[in-house]
Nanobody, 121 residues
Framework: QVQLVESGGGLVQAGGSLRLACAASGTIFSIKDMGWYRQAPGKQREMVAMISTGGYIMYADSVKGRFTISRDNAKNTVSLQMDNLRPEDAAVYYC???????????????WGQGTQVTVSS
């Protein structure tokens, strides 16, 4: 089994910063893409940022220039530095990882439990 555990959510004023962290543990042979998604009330879950094993990065247009994703392949962790937060960034943020747990080259998508980010105006 693979577990993703997030930390770092909380309440921040608009313009402030938060850093989210996610650690993957369990039976892991390799991890392909890791990333962050978010879901606000009444809205669909959306991709915020993702990073490949080799460091290729994608951001949602709404967070470009404000959020920075990074990962430590040796520790199976991914982080999201969120600066200049806006009220519209408030959501539950979910960590995501594509994991091969057996060396089969089949990757399964795993999700964390989510961490709440609240931004006050």
């Amino acid at each position: 089994q693979v577990q993703l555990v997030e930390s770092g959510g909380g309440l921040v004023q608009a313009g402030g910063s938060l850093r989210l962290a996610c650690a993957a543990s369990g039976t892991i042979f390799s991890i392909k893409d890791m990333g962050w998604y978010r879901q606000a009330p009444g809205k669909q879950r959306e991709m915020v940022a993702m990073i490949s094993t080799g460091g290729y990065i994608m951001y949602a247009d709404s967070v470009k220039g404000r959020f920075t994703i990074s990962r430590d392949n040796a520790k199976n962790t991914v982080s999201l530095q969120m600066d200049n937060l806006r009220p519209e960034d408030a959501a539950v943020y979910y960590c995501n990882a594509e994991v091969d747990y057996s060396g089969s080259n089949y990757y399964f998508k795993y999700w964390g439990q989510g961490t709440q980010v609240t931004v006050s105006s």
